[in-house]
């Protein structure tokens, strides 16, 4: 969201209106259920209520709020700050109170791994279980058998696994399945796979002064138009003009 929203690295300077936009967006243009990043909650247990009730407003179904302190930064950036276990799981507390009984799920988060090592991590994590996190989500686990020992450990809930691009063991979706694992997001793969595109194609465009020669990797003009639901959108009008 940082990305694309501002041309920024994920530092936590995206604000709660700013996430709880993106993520409405994304969620009135598909008709699957959408994960969200909600950072920290942006604040002490009242922001974390007001994030809760914003973001179910704008129609995710699950976020993500995180351990860290203010400002955040990417899971896998190094100079993380970490906020005390208990502090978390009162967020949580205040999340699982805040969405009732229709609001979104709520997945507890700790980014202790690359700070305190795998077993604090794990230990967190079960206070925010314990919390009522619907879901736990050890950011970073570095190997397999970091994933076998925290599904080991936090068995009681589902877990979610972060597949980033370069970081821990490159596993399948089935593969990360058999360990245990029941919710697998892949939050950096199109970004990843549109800047090294977007590279490409404007370094030819530079060189040649056109895009023809990277036209084959392109979508055309007209099954941009089909995915979009162009024609959807004019019969639609036309049934009032």
């Known amino acids: 969201a940082s990305a694309v929203r501002l041309g920024s690295p994920d530092v936590g300077l995206m604000t709660l209106t700013e996430m709880a936009d993106q993520a409405g967006r994304m969620a009135a243009a598909v008709d699957v259920p959408l994960i969200a990043d909600a950072d920290t909650g942006f604040g002490g247990p009242l922001s974390v209520i007001r994030t809760v009730e914003t973001y179910g407003r704008a129609g995710v ?130 970004i990843l796979s549109t800047l090294a595109n977007l590279g490409n194609l404007y370094a030819a465009l530079r060189r040649d002064g056109s895009p023809a020669s990277m036209m084959d990797a392109m979508a055309t003009f007209e099954e941009f138009n089909e995915f979009m639901g162009a024609a959807a959108a004019s019969d639609r009008e036309s049934r009032y003009t």
Not at 115 to 128: L, N
Not at 130 to 152: Q, T
């Open 61 to 190: 179904a699950a976020l993500h709020l995180e351990d860290q302190a203010m400002p955040k930064r990417c899971g896998h950036l190094a100079g993380k700050q970490l906020v005390g276990a208990a502090e978390h799981a009162g967020r949580i507390r205040a999340a699982v109170d805040a969405r009732g009984a229709e609001g979104p799920l709520v997945i507890g988060r700790t980014d202790a791994v690359s700070v305190e090592g795998v077993e604090s991590a794990i230990d967190r994590a079960i206070s925010y279980g314990e919390a009522g996190a619907d879901l736990l989500f050890v950011e970073g686990l570095p190997d397999v058998d970091s994933i076998s020992r925290a599904v080991e450990v936090l068995g009681d809930w589902p877990l979610v696994y972060a597949w980033v691009e370069g970081k821990g063991p490159q596993l399948t979706v089935s593969q990360l399945g058999e360990l245990g694992i029941r919710v697998v997001i892949f939050p950096l793969t199109a």
